[in-house]
């Protein structure tokens, strides 16, 4: 069982290891310049559009759900714990500077979002309940011009993308949930493991429509529950936060390992800053893994460039918003670096809540918590509907996806009460290895992003004189 835990942790390692890395943030510069950065320069066009009205409605194009309910329900499945624990932990590995890099591989995340979004909706199909199924195994299997090919990669996407949602979209997520209320609030981890599993349940068996409209309410609420206590946080050490800031950037250009934090305890190479940065980034925003696209497809559109604008917004809020919040609220607190009673250097969750704490005191252990659980059930249940249309792809027929909720709300349970290593490490792999086909698929599809693109331009130019 230790081998197999070894062998699988040094695979996790190698698969977000550099070349990954590499391959992500890399495309996502190649398809920005390709598009000639029209993901920066209609960042205030998308914006303004998942804000507008119309975005809440189904009265432009086909689809299931609304633009924004789309949006949202992406948005569940990647705000998570990474936003809380995950910066935390990029901060005291990489150093406060990874915080920069995150920013970085999300600029560029901002287009990977765009086009795998774009394409699901343009190459997305009506299943036999008249429901919308895409993602990158359905823009696989109709784009590719190799058709072999295409169809190979597709259902290797869908594959990982099953075996991760049982991973990392659930089995982690719950167990996050329990510690955090064992910890904070003494509840027992199979009380904490039952109500999960009712409540996903509850809400998962009635589909996408009723999943969006618990997303549509709960991520919005969440996230700016949890942005304006970081920012009380920030304000109430801003005397510390032009320190903080200079710190976070000196560090993530800085070729010498240098030191910072209390009594100099974390070091960080650039390489480390930057490695660490652009992992956690990615891994919470989920730029170029294709998962967000899975939702994008069921969105009520006219066109497939004007909900990839709409969804890509979710990297924004996701790392520019969220993480950042988490990350300035570390950095102005001076906790940074801090060790334990065991004279170990305090990370994760237990960071995030020191940093609230030193201004929130008790009250702020408690917001984090109840950031966590509600970070992660909402990753619960947005990883559900994507984990089930790549079971759907597979198996071709939606009848049988009733099984897959049954199962994957029941998997919930064993995720509170358990920790399985092994399981975990290998859903990472199988989330990590998702992006292989969906990259492979936006760069060979890469002319096609940049001809819709050229020609929605003429559309937003024609909106902005209105």
Not at 95 to 100: D, I, K, Q, R, Y
Not at 203 to 230: C, H, L, W
């Amino acid at each position: 069982m230790d081998v197999i835990s070894e062998v699988l942790g040094k695979v996790d390692s190698f698969v977000w290891g550099p070349v990954m890395l590499i391959l992500l943030v890399g495309t996502g510069i190649f398809l920005t310049v390709r598009t000639r950065f029209a993901a920066w320069r209609n960042l205030g066009y998308a914006l303004k559009s998942v804000l507008s009205k119309e975005a809440r409605t189904k009265s432009r194009g086909t689809g299931d759900i609304s633009p924004f309910s789309a949006l949202t329900t992406a948005l569940a499945a990647t705000i998570g714990t990474g936003n809380i624990v995950g910066v935390a932990t990029a901060m005291v590995l990489g150093g406060p500077g990874a915080l920069v890099w995150m920013w970085i591989s999300a600029l560029f995340g901002l287009t990977s979002k765009f086009a795998e979004c774009m394409l699901a909706v343009k190459y997305r199909e009506i299943n036999e309940n008249g429901e919308m199924s895409g993602g990158p195994m359905y823009t696989l299997k109709h784009a590719f011009k190799n058709k072999t090919v295409g169809t190979v990669l597709g259902f290797l996407f869908a594959v990982f993308t099953v075996l991760a949602s049982f991973g990392i979209g659930n089995m982690t997520q719950a167990n996050s949930i329990s510690s955090a209320l064992q910890e904070t609030f003494s509840v027992p981890m199979w009380i904490t493991g039952a109500i999960i599993t009712v409540l996903a349940l509850f809400i998962i068996v009635g589909g996408i429509k009723t999943i969006s409209k618990v997303s549509q309410v709960v991520v919005p609420f969440m996230a700016v529950f949890y942005v304006i206590a970081g920012v009380v946080v920030i304000l109430m050490n801003i005397g510390n936060l032009p320190s903080g800031i200079a710190q976070i950037f000196k560090m993530a250009f800085s070729v010498k390992s240098v030191a910072g934090g209390v009594g100099g305890t974390i070091t960080a190479t650039l390489m480390q800053s930057l490695r660490w940065g652009v992992a956690r980034g990615v891994f919470s925003n989920e730029a170029g893994l294709g998962s967000a696209a899975i939702t994008a497809a069921a969105a009520t559109t006219d066109n497939p460039v004007r909900q990839g604008y709409i969804n890509m917004t979710g990297t924004f809020f996701d790392t520019i918003v969220v993480c950042s919040i988490t990350g300035l609220a570390i950095a102005a607190s001076g906790v940074l670096g801090t060790v334990d009673a065991a004279g170990e250097i305090v990370t994760g969750s237990a960071l995030t809540i020191a940093a609230f704490s030193s201004v929130l005191g008790k009250w702020g252990g408690w917001i984090v918590c109840v950031g966590i659980a509600l970070f992660a059930f909402s990753t619960i249940i947005g990883w559900e509907y994507h984990g089930e249309k790549a079971f759907e792809y597979l198996v071709k027929k939606p009848k049988y996806c009733v099984i897959y909720r049954i199962i994957f709300s029941l998997v919930c349970y064993i995720g509170a009460t358990t920790t399985l290593q092994i399981v975990w490490d290998f859903s990472d792999i199988m989330n990590g290895l998702m992006a292989i086909p969906n990259l492979i698929c936006m760069l060979a599809l890469s002319g096609v992003v940049a001809k819709e693109v050229r020609e929605f331009q003429k559309i937003i130019d024609e909106e902005k004189k209105r």
